[in-house]
């Protein structure tokens, strides 16, 4: 996708796609009889750009800025042994000398920074003063924003947040019921809406009617729900057999 863009005419409309290649690029462009385009162009519904639509991950992008953010600042955490390592205070009358302090940045940068160099003592001279620094407790609150983040992300997928593995939110029976709606509310509609896209884009090729369908019957997430209406079919005594079919969606 990143290497197309659409190609509008006068008055708005796509009537070709521009494919950026190693050497300028190729247009793609529609059946100049039947108006057929060899390119589908699947999308979802933005209120102010009808030719590329909105990807939800668009719609996230402020929750993903935050979670790349804190994870950089964990990572930095992490090279720093997990805390700010604290100031040196020197101690003699007036300040350092340049040629002193250059090299004193020199060595702290070179055998004290970074996770293998955790926990090494270090030793000090010329009236240098070692005082620890350590994180408040709103400071390392980045953790749960990291979690809010992934919460807006996951939702802006239209993901249950019970599904991604934030501690506290997932348990057995939640976790269940969360896979189910992700199925009915994300995956099949994305799904049926390809099957329609198709449906109709291939029409022309083929030359007849064509009918793409999702045979949702062998989704191992929904055979709860396949077992419970064959079982209320199956008491269903007032239906005749080619009903109880039709409601199944079997073909008769």
């Known amino acids: 996708p990143s290497a197309m863009r659409p190609v509008a005419d006068a008055r708005g409309w796509v009537e070709a796609w521009a494919v950026r290649e190693r050497h300028g690029e190729r247009l793609i462009r529609r059946d100049a009889e039947t108006g057929w385009?060899?390119?589908?162009?699947?999308?979802?519904?933005?209120?102010?750009?009808?030719?590329?639509?909105?990807?939800?991950?668009?719609?996230?992008?402020?929750?993903?800025?935050?979670h790349n953010a804190s994870a950089d600042w964990a990572k930095a955490l992490i090279d720093n042994s997990a805390k700010p390592s604290g100031a040196l205070v020197y101690g003699g009358h007036g300040r350092m000398p340049p040629d002193q302090f250059d090299a004193l940045k020199a060595e702290l940068e070179g055998m004290y920074s970074g996770a293998a160099n955790a926990g090494r003592p270090l030793l000090l001279e010329g009236g240098l003063d070692w005082r620890p620094m350590s994180l408040s407790p709103a400071e390392m609150d980045f953790l749960q924003a990291r979690h809010g983040a992934a919460?807006?992300?996951?939702?802006?997928?239209?993901?249950?947040?019970?599904?991604?593995?934030?501690?506290?939110?997932?348990?057995?029976?939640?976790?269940?019921?969360?896979?189910?709606?992700?199925?009915?509310?994300?995956?099949?509609?994305?799904?049926?809406?390809?099957?329609?896209?198709?449906?109709?884009?291939?029409?022309?090729?083929?030359?007849?009617?064509?009918?793409?369908?999702?045979?949702?019957?062998?989704?191992?997430?929904?055979?709860?729900?396949?077992?419970?209406?064959?079982?209320?079919?199956?008491?269903?005594?007032?239906?005749?057999?080619?009903?109880?079919?039709?409601?199944?969606?079997?073909?008769?």
């Open 37 to 66: 385009s060899p390119v589908l162009h699947l999308k979802l519904f933005n209120p102010v750009s009808d030719t590329m639509g909105l990807p939800p991950l668009g719609a996230a992008r402020r929750a993903l800025d935050l």
């Open 151 to 252: 919460r807006e992300i996951a939702l802006a997928l239209g993901v249950p947040p019970m599904l991604i593995g934030i501690p506290g939110d997932n348990t057995y029976s939640n976790y269940k019921e969360a896979n189910l709606a992700f199925w009915r509310m994300t995956v099949l509609p994305l799904v049926q809406k390809m099957a329609a896209a198709l449906s109709a884009w291939m029409d022309v090729p083929f030359g007849a009617e064509v009918e793409v369908r999702a045979d949702i019957d062998r989704v191992p997430a929904l055979s709860a729900e396949r077992d419970a209406l064959w079982a209320r079919l199956e008491g269903a005594s007032f239906a005749t057999g080619e009903e109880k079919r039709k409601l199944a969606g079997l073909q008769p």
